[in-house]
DNA sequence: ATGAAAGCGCTAACAT
DNA sequence: ATGTTAGCGCTTTCAT
């Protein structure tokens, strides 16, 4: 069987793909939502022969250690995930001149660089699940929010402000997409405003949280409080009490897309079509929204 | 900055390893195991310098794919994972004569070869769950399982077995590690023995599922039923209601000694020692089964 | 000490 | 169509 080490040495190809995830927190792990895009983009990379090379970076200094192997060209391509607004890894990116796709609409301001993204309709998909809570009659409608760091709960929140135009600001609280703050934000939210009716939340895990406290003070739902995710992880979504109406999205087609349209990038794209939310046939990728759809369960 | 390629012709070695994780359901990925044990094989990988490159299988077909890529010399050692008993992947990998440590004992009976693994005390963990349960005085305990095809289930049935030399047959139900399927499996405890009082569950998720069969059918945890899970995953026992009791086991902490004993064996280990049950300073790397401990919470 | 050269195993361009 | 050869960029050996 053929070297790899000298096919690559003399077609500069290597058929591996770095997938850049950046978690500064525990939290990436706690959550499904990363393991599903790996999954997708694990396929598509196999069904075109590439190789996955993860790259987590715990924090600060290992930046420098992935700009450092992007730069050193050991792979064709990089997907990155999840930046915050802050985030130096863009710019070594960049400045390590390898084709990339990334997760999510990255969050920096500087137009003038095109980058490639796959993203869900987030704000779309809020404002149905807001518009879905207003035609069931609820009027004092709160928000529980994501990390304001990341596009996807800014995004979001837009779509949710885009509903409720003069939402009074204390329906507004910041969480960061886990169930223990969710609880802690649902508690926030309802000494507020005691009489609000509705919640959407910007995860299902911040969603399930609130769902405890709702149930902890006595409150029913969707009765007395109305409740809204986003997501649809089948896990927690289908088990919560009562299961949980959300906004899907499909993660693990996410991923697909993304390596997708980078191998496509690479020329390696072979004219295949097919899939929602495709980009332009030929030519270079172009970002991709894809569309979400609510799902209704019990709790809205 | 240096080519790797020409690097890798040369020298041979690569610097990466695979990490090899069967996936023939879905299961894997809703179940924060897998994220927490790369967590740790990629903390103690970059450490030093080697990557991470990530083999995906989702059934058969891609089983000759992982073998030929292994054969093919891109890395320098693997790391596997979730064998079940019927798995042709260690024979594969054993034919591509690339060193590997396993993740859990290896379930196939041919002990003519010596493997290296890394497991916690599952039987001495599921022996400590069920002695606490009888120190509370309960007699009928019940049992459900992980699929008996994996040997982390098999050795939590025999700690089960230890303690309760003569249990009732009914009171063992099999099950495959998932909430949904433990809350089926209690439903089945229940209706052949309506008069158990405890439930030790070979997993968090399978527990949670059961407390929440527990709830439903009005009986109080642990007044009248007491439940133990396998794990500590905190989010899922930190978040039961109750709060559930469990037995631990340092997930992150398997994945870095795999990947620590690995490098060792390819002669890069550095004399570091220290971190629980280490395996021998010198000399081919020793399979290390890691202790567990009873995290009393809530549920018994 | 520093520098020149051979060769790792392949692919692509060239010659037959 | 098939066979031959240069050279990818590095490390290692050997000579200065």
Redesign the interface.
Known sequence: ??????R??VTKR?D?VA?VIA?PETRV??D?F???Q??GI??EL?AHDA??????T?GRD?HT?VG??L????VDGALVFSLHLDDPLPGLIQRAGVPTVFGGRPGWSDGSRRVVYVDSDNRGGAREAVRHLAGLGRRRIGHITGPLDQTSAVDRLDGFRDVMVDADPRLIVESDFT??DGERAMRELLDRCPDLDAVFAANDLTASGAL?VLRERGLRVPEDVAVVGFDDM??VAE?T?PPLTTVRQDIEEMGRLMARLLLRGLDRGDGETGGAGEAAVGGAPRSVVLPTTLIRRASA
């Not at 730069?71 to 050991?74: D, E, K, S, T, V």
Request: proline share 9%; aromatic share 6%.
């Open positions: 069987m053929p070297n790899q080490a000298a690559s040495l290597h591996a997938v978690e792990f706690a499904p990363f393991a599903l790996l999954r694990s396929k196999t190789q996955l090379v993860l790259l987590l715990e290992d250690r450092r192997y730069a050193g060209g050991h169930p223990a405890r089948l896990p088990q009490d």
